[in-house]
Nanobody, 125 residues
């Protein structure tokens, strides 16, 4: 049984930092890509960043490049999202997701098989 459990969200001020964690279990990790998505009310989930478990290659959406860093800890089966210089527009529910390596468009939520329940991030101005 696959489980993705997010933690680390909260309420911060603009310019602050947060680190989100996603503890994963039940996956054959080397065959999967894990990612973070963000969703705000009334909008679709949008990709933030992804990391390939087998080689550590990463991808970021434009609006977080230079501010967010995705990483993994093999020993803990955990993926992190370090978020620096947070802005109010970063507010949303952040979801951890997993898809098989090589499947489809990395930005499309529909190609991800497994999802966590999400963690709320609120950035005040």
């Amino acid at each position: 049984q696959v489980q993705l459990v997010e933690s680390g969200g909260g309420l911060v001020q603009a310019g602050d930092s947060l680190r989100l964690s996603c503890a994963a279990s039940g996956l054959i990790f080397r065959t999967y890509v894990l990612g973070w998505f963000r969703q705000v009310p009334g909008k679709e989930r949008e990709v933030v960043a992804t990391i390939s478990w087998n080689d550590g290659s990463t991808a970021y959406t434009d609006f977080v490049k230079g501010r967010f860093t995705i990483s993994r800890d093999d020993a803990k089966n955990t993926v992190y999202l370090q978020m620096n210089s947070l802005k109010p527009e970063d507010t949303g529910v952040y979801y951890c997701a997993a898809r098989p390596w090589g499947r489809g468009d990395w930005k499309r939520a529909t190609v991800y098989d497994y999802w966590g329940r999400g963690t709320q991030v609120t950035v005040s101005s």
